[in-house]
């Protein structure tokens, strides 16, 4: 074989192919992000990735919820327990409210 043969440069150009399919592999075995055929970052991900994306911001957004309610009774506990004017039907009716 010389180094100008047609069978030199197909060589070549199948040796630089494996190492690329085998460096991928790779990447993709150990969870690096593998490039696709345009140069774009392709990462792996679990069927179920998306349901359960969906599944956690619901529960974050009625976490959310409870938090803002808690802090409102809460302020509403801090007014009663600062409360100045000591007038029995104010505290009486900011009780009823909480429950």
Not at 6 to 15: D, K, Q, R, T, Y
Not at 31 to 42: A, I, K, L, S
Not at 59 to 83: P, Q, S, Y
Request: aromatic share 6%; no cysteine.
């Amino acid at each position: 074989m010389s180094w100008g043969s047609p069978s030199f440069v197909l060589v070549i150009i199948g040796m630089s192919m494996v190492g690329w399919m085998v460096t991928t592999w790779m990447r993709a075995k150990h969870g690096y992000p593998v490039e696709n055929e345009w140069g774009e970052t392709v990462h792996r991900t679990t069927p179920d990735a998306d349901r359960k994306i969906a599944l956690l911001e619901g529960d974050n957004a009625k976490l959310a919820d409870k938090i803002v309610r808690l802090e409102e009774r809460i302020a509403v506990l801090e007014r009663i327990a600062t409360d100045t004017n000591g007038q029995a039907a104010q505290l009486a009716d900011q009780i009823d409210r909480l429950r």
